[in-house]
């Protein structure tokens, strides 16, 4: 079992930057990808950004492209993600995600993915 602890949340204003971290503990020798994903009021939860966890390969949805940063420390099993020049529309409830061993449908599909925290709130007021 891995338990995953999202901290970091918080209310901000438009423009302003909130740096999100995600504690992994429990059996994480065999992580292969980390995700943050969002769950917005009403919405579906999306894909946000991902890194796998021996390459440090990044991914990054379109919409926070240029803006948000995903990075990892293997030594703390910790990883985080720097959301910049934040935008109302980036207010959700924001999941860190752990999958171990390669899946088809990583790292965009939510259902590769094994562990789930339970959430941090993201509000970016106009």
């Known amino acids: 079992q891995v338990q995953l602890v999202e901290s970091g949340g918080g209310l901000v204003q438009a423009g302003g930057s909130l740096r999100l971290s995600c504690a992994a503990s429990?059996?994480?020798?065999?992580?292969?990808?980390m995700g943050w994903f969002r769950q917005g009021p009403g919405k579906e939860r999306e894909f946000v950004a991902a890194i796998t966890w021996s390459g440090g390969v990044t991914y990054y949805a379109d919409s926070v492209k240029g803006r948000f940063t995903i990075s990892k420390d293997n030594a703390k099993d910790t990883v985080y993600l720097q959301m910049n020049s934040l935008k109302p529309e980036d207010t959700a409830v924001y999941y860190c995600?752990?999958?171990?061993?390669?899946?088809?449908?990583?790292?965009?599909?939510?259902?590769?993915?094994?562990?789930w925290g339970q959430g941090t709130q993201v509000t970016v007021s106009p």
């Open positions: 995600a752990s999958a171990t061993g390669f899946k088809f449908g990583l790292p965009h599909r939510m259902s590769p993915y094994d562990y």
């Open positions: 429990g059996r994480t020798f065999n992580t292969y990808t």
